[in-house]
């Protein structure tokens, strides 16, 4: 198959939708280099895919990640940025610390191995880096203000990014999920202050509740990882793509044509606030 040898790095490979993507491309035929951000432990890499140490908050880790795939493959012709996390809170009760923790992964994370493949990329004349965004960088949620910031943030600099790096042969391209059945849920952590502050409560725990509700009749990740293999194997891929509940995804044509004040309507009732 056409991508028999082409080298992709997957980033936050150890599980979720990272570790679904590593899996399908390498049943496809790529030589696939998964990150995690704790050295791998003998004997626990998916199969036919090699980890490396990196952790995406950290400059030196990234370039030295990203060094030690080219000298080991001698090329990169894609990267899967899908490294991140989650905090959840009202945006009053998140500080500055917590929200420039969230950003640090989500947002600052990306920057850095993009910063570092483009050069290899560039010198090769060619390459798809895919950045794994959510439905959540084209809505601000409540009581994930921050994350959403993130995504948001994600969003512009993969749009100036996608020009900037055509001219090169380097294709840009965002992936937006809903809810699928990942770690990252139970990883999601709370914000200091919202576990002390009453004045959210309420319409936080009735937000909680539909979002418990609709991750857990989430599907497993495998579409999303059909997909980035969809666009690594494209030519000319677009910008964005959307993938998930067809309820979840209806957000982003409704956000674009609706009026402001239905659209807040609709998604007020949706969210079950």
């Given at each position: 198959?056409?991508?028999?040898?082409?080298?992709v790095?997957?980033?936050?490979?150890?599980?979720?939708?990272?570790?679904?993507?590593?899996?399908?491309?390498?049943?496809?035929?790529?030589?696939?280099?998964?990150?995690?951000?704790?050295?791998?432990?003998?004997?626990?890499?998916?199969?036919?895919?090699?980890?490396v140490?990196m952790?995406?908050?950290?400059?030196?880790?990234?370039?030295?990640?990203?060094?030690?795939?080219?000298?080991?493959?001698?090329?990169?012709?894609?990267?899967?940025n899908n490294?991140?996390?989650a905090?959840?809170?009202s945006?009053?009760?998140?500080?500055?610390?917590?929200a420039?923790?969230?950003?640090?992964?989500?947002?600052?994370?990306?920057?850095?191995?993009?910063?570092?493949?483009?050069?290899?990329?560039r010198?090769?004349?060619?390459?798809h880096?895919?950045?794994?965004?959510?439905?959540a960088g084209?809505?601000?949620?409540?009581?994930?203000?921050?994350?959403?910031?993130?995504?948001f943030?994600?969003?512009?600099?993969?749009?100036s990014?996608?020009?900037?790096?055509?001219?090169?042969?380097?294709?840009?391209?965002?992936?937006?999920?809903?809810?699928?059945?990942?770690?990252?849920?139970?990883?999601?952590?709370?914000?200091?202050?919202?576990?002390?502050?009453?004045?959210?409560?309420?319409?936080?725990?009735k937000?909680?509740?539909?979002?418990?509700?609709?991750?857990?009749?989430a599907?497993?990740?495998?579409?999303?990882?059909?997909?980035?293999?969809a666009i690594?194997a494209?030519p000319?891929?677009?910008?964005?793509?959307?993938?998930?509940q067809?309820?979840?995804r209806?957000?982003v044509?409704?956000k674009?044509?609706?009026?402001?004040?239905?659209?807040?309507?609709?998604?007020?009732?949706?969210?079950?606030?």
């Amino acid at each position: 198959m056409a991508e028999a040898g082409k080298v992709v790095v997957v980033t936050g490979a150890s599980s979720g939708i990272g570790h679904a993507c590593a899996l399908h491309l390498a049943s496809r035929g790529w030589r696939v280099f998964g990150t995690q951000r704790r050295p791998p432990s003998d004997g626990a890499a998916p199969a036919g895919v090699s980890m490396v140490a990196m952790d995406v908050d950290d400059d030196r880790s990234v370039a030295d990640g990203i060094r030690a795939v080219h000298g080991r493959a001698g090329r990169i012709d894609a990267v899967v940025n899908n490294a991140g996390n989650a905090w959840m809170g009202s945006v009053e009760d998140t500080s500055i610390a917590e929200a420039r923790a969230q950003l640090e992964t989500n947002f600052f994370g990306v920057l850095r191995v993009c910063q570092a493949v483009l050069p290899i990329m560039r010198a090769q004349g060619a390459g798809h880096i895919v950045n794994v965004s959510s439905l959540a960088g084209v809505l601000g949620l409540p009581f994930s203000g921050l994350y959403s910031a993130s995504k948001f943030a994600l969003e512009g600099m993969s749009e100036s990014l996608r020009h900037e790096a055509r001219p090169f042969g380097v294709h840009v391209v965002l992936v937006e999920p809903g809810d699928f059945a990942t770690g990252l849920p139970t990883a999601r952590r709370l914000t200091a202050a919202a576990e002390r502050n009453d004045t959210y409560r309420a319409a936080f725990a009735k937000f909680k509740v539909q979002q418990d509700k609709d991750e857990a009749g989430a599907s497993t990740p495998e579409p999303v990882a059909a997909l980035v293999a969809a666009i690594l194997a494209s030519p000319r891929p677009q910008l964005r793509y959307t993938v998930g509940q067809l309820g979840q995804r209806i957000v982003v044509p409704l956000k674009r044509y609706l009026p402001q004040r239905l659209f807040e309507f609709v998604l007020v009732r949706a969210l079950g606030l």
